[in-house]
């Protein structure tokens, strides 16, 4: 399904880009832009915790987390979703005003 063009969304995540990832490369299995946009939509929808965040990443439709740049797992018929671990762990590690700067723009 193609992105509606008045969509602010691609410009958005396209601004995340910008910022370094805090991450080490070695082992980063989702896209520090992924994780981030997976985590506001969570918030968006009504997820006040990283738990319910992670369980509504869990529900998410197939066509938003394929909007979002989450990849397929290779071997199975499923998408790849960052553990509430991971997003636990990269949250602690951003500057929180980042993605607010990105959006600003």
Same mark, same amino acid.
């Given at each position: 399904?193609p !992105?509606?063009?008045?969509?602010?969304i691609?410009?958005?995540?396209?601004q995340?880009?910008e910022h370094?990832?805090p991450?080490?490369?070695?082992?980063?299995r989702?896209?520090l832009?992924? !994780?981030?946009?997976?985590?506001a939509c969570? !918030?968006?929808?009504?997820?006040?915790?990283?738990?319910?965040?992670?369980?509504? !990443?869990?529900?998410?439709?197939?066509?938003v987390?394929?909007?979002?740049g #989450?990849?397929?797992?290779?071997?199975?018929?499923?998408r790849?979703l960052?553990?509430e671990?991971?997003?636990?762990?990269?949250?602690?590690? #951003?500057?929180?005003?980042?993605?607010?700067?990105?959006?600003?723009r």
């Open positions: 399904m !992105v509606d063009a008045s969509s602010l691609p410009p958005a995540l396209d995340l880009h370094p990832d991450r080490d490369p070695r082992g980063v989702h896209a832009v992924a !994780v981030l946009a997976l985590t969570a !918030v968006l929808a009504g997820s006040a915790s990283l738990l319910a965040g992670s369980e509504w !990443v869990a529900d998410a439709p197939p066509h987390l394929e909007r979002l #989450i990849r397929l797992d290779p071997l199975f018929p499923k790849l960052p553990a671990t991971t997003v636990r762990r990269l949250l602690a590690r #951003i500057d929180g005003d980042a993605p607010d700067r990105a959006v600003e």
